[in-house]
């Protein structure tokens, strides 16, 4: 029974590693080869402990790190959607939930509910642990584009205010670090690394 | 002064970017790459939500996965020492104790003080959450390796005994996953994956 207990999780974990494999848009500083989800997860999971000071609320990191820990699992099923890829953002939210239903799932029951329970408060974005969790995992990326000179603005033709419309939400988990990414986005422009 | 502060985060998150180009022995199970600690780390960090009633002592998991985010960082510096490397074994700690007094302290001093004292903890393996997250940090690879039918341990013609020797303190941080882990180590020997 234990065992049987065991093995379901592990089976899940197994499952996981596909995020290895699954690419972003963003480019990484080092190799310039594009991130993988497991990378942005623990990269943004350690911003989520160093920065949790800037959330707008108090909030249980506890909770932000599972939150971010799991956010992307299910592009192991639906894949990764560019952000500012319109017709494929059309279709992303039920791609994703038939992927939450099958992958959270090979969990045992009860921890299954419990990660598709903090699935869907991160995707609400409602609460204060989901809404600093959405602030980090827009920032992250923005400031791998701008440290690498706008590389994925700049292939995929991004304009300020596309950046400015997609991240603004930054604003409500995380009012300084809105503050920080609006003068980045200033900046990235001067430096031609983002169309005005 | 709090932007000094941001900036002085963001610069250490920036630095820690680099963790996604440190490779370790352990390959991936989809395109059989190196694995990286970035990846590595948000592995364990999951698997330390997963199968934290498997902890041999109460543990407090926040503190687990703060261990677990940067229990690698120090490899930034002094690199991936492979676990059964004896020679590059005998000044890891030296290089690692070096990497820390460097790249903690690029944090705001309060922060600096606590990710250090964190990483000491784990390192010290005393107490239950140092143990949890040491067990973890050596079956996970165990894990990749078995599913991987063994490919790192071939590679560097590794026998049983070094990987119960190198392994069996899983057994002090999570006795049920030592358990599972000295079948998977038996089976992996029957299966021609590891050397008797």
Redesign the interface.
Known sequence: M??DR?ET??A???E??????VFRQTL????RRP??D??H???L???A???VE?ASAEVD??KV??ML??HDVVEIDAGDTFAYDEVANLDKEEREQKAADRLFWL?PTD?AGVMRALWDEFELRQSPEARYAAALDRLQPL??NF?GEGAAWRKHGIKKEQVLARNEHIGEGAP??WT?ARQMIDEAVELGYLAA
Do not use: C, P, R
């Open positions: 234990a065992v065991l999780q592990l899940f974990i197994l996981t590693e596909k995020l290895k494999q990484l500083l080092g190799d991130e993988n497991a990378e997860s623990w990269h999971s350690l911003m402990v160093l920065l800037h990191l506890l790190l599972k820990l799991i969990l921890q400031l791998l440290h300084a670090l920080y």
